[in-house]
């Protein structure tokens, strides 16, 4: 059975940093796309940060330049180093599993973790 779990989430200042940690188990982690996606109350998860089977990593243009997304294999983990937080990257931040390349999708989630962000 897959299983992630988020860690690494808190409050911080406008300007602040924070690096989030997503411990995977039940899967063969080295040959899965990984990513992490964050939602705000009433609003779509939406996707911000990839890593493929290839290594290649895509941001989404609100994240691009301040978030860094990486995998440790040996470790089972997935990062989130955030810099320059702005108040609306305020959201629940949540880690995902594919079962292969990252255009398949996402079938396994984590439970999240919160990121607030104040001005």
């Known amino acids: 059975q897959v299983q992630l779990v988020e860690s690494g989430g808190g409050s911080v200042q406008a300007g602040g940093s924070l690096r989030l940690s997503c411990a995977a188990s039940?899967?063969?982690?080295?040959?899965?796309?990984m990513g992490w996606l964050r939602q705000v109350p009433g609003k779509e998860r939406e996707g911000i940060a990839s890593?493929?089977?290839?290594?290649?990593?895509r941001y989404d243009d609100s994240v691009k330049g301040r978030f860094t997304i990486s995998k440790d294999n040996a470790e089972n983990t997935l990062s989130l180093q955030m810099n320059s937080l702005k108040p609306e990257d305020t959201a629940m931040y949540y880690c995902?599993?594919?079962?292969?390349?990252?255009?398949?999708?996402?079938?396994?989630w984590g439970q999240g973790t919160q990121v607030t962000v104040s001005s």
């Open positions: 890593i493929d089977l290839d290594g290649r990593t």
């Open positions: 995902a599993m594919g079962r292969t390349w990252c255009r398949y999708g996402y079938p396994y």
């Open positions: 039940g899967y063969t982690y080295s040959r899965s796309c």
